[in-house]
């Protein structure tokens, strides 16, 4: 084989193939991984807040227009057979409002679903989204999810996240039966809600 300057052309390919290889360990290396974009340290401490909002949610089931709605049920005779609804699904677009009348101003709206998930007593799993439409929380989220005991006096559910400025919230809600229609089922509940975030 000729020689280039004192080198084997295997020497030269050898030699190309070694720092093409080093190259492209190093610009990986330098390249975000998969769904990681950066990793940023922070250096200076993020002042948290502590914010207490306190509003009422009504579960409205009866009329012509409710914003609680059964959308699955467990087969017939395991769901008709529980007392409790065991089994049962309703998706919800609550409304939340400043005071126990419905009439009163609206602050946002509880949007997800609530499953009656205990067989032997009325318990729920909760999971929505306190979405808020007044003032500067307009646009904001709370995310909750957890078990709601209905028949409690005080129920607790962690919050576990939230959107805009509730951005990275953490923190918990207390729920309270304000009133119950036994004939319609409709329902009150006084939430206050206290959420750490940025």
Do not use: C
């Not at 990793?39 to 949610?57: A, I, M």
């Not at 923190?171 to 119950?180: L, N």
């Amino acid at each position: 084989m000729a020689e280039l300057r004192g080198f084997s052309f295997t020497t030269v390919v050898v030699f190309f193939f070694f720092f093409a290889v080093v190259f492209a360990i190093a610009s990986a290396a330098e390249e975000p991984h998969g769904f990681v974009q950066s990793e940023k340290l922070v250096k200076k401490p993020v002042r948290e807040k502590l914010s207490h909002l306190r509003f009422y949610w009504h579960d409205v089931v009866s009329g012509p227009d409710p914003t609680a709605v059964p959308v699955a049920r467990a087969a017939a005779s395991s769901t008709n057979a529980s007392a409790s609804g065991f089994g049962t699904v309703v998706m919800i677009d609550d409304p939340m409002t400043v005071g126990p009348k419905l009439s009163s101003r609206l602050v946002g709206r509880a949007q997800g679903f609530y499953a009656l998930a205990a067989k032997e007593e009325t318990a729920l799993l909760m999971a929505m989204n306190l979405a808020f439409v007044e003032g500067k929380y307009n646009g904001s989220t709370i995310t909750v999810l957890g078990r709601n005991a209905v028949f409690s006096g005080v129920r607790e559910m962690p919050v576990v996240g939230g959107s805009g400025l509730f951005r990275l919230a953490r923190g918990y809600a207390q729920a309270r039966t304000y009133s119950v229609d036994l004939r319609t089922r409709d329902a009150v509940v006084e939430y206050n809600v206290f959420v750490m975030h940025y």
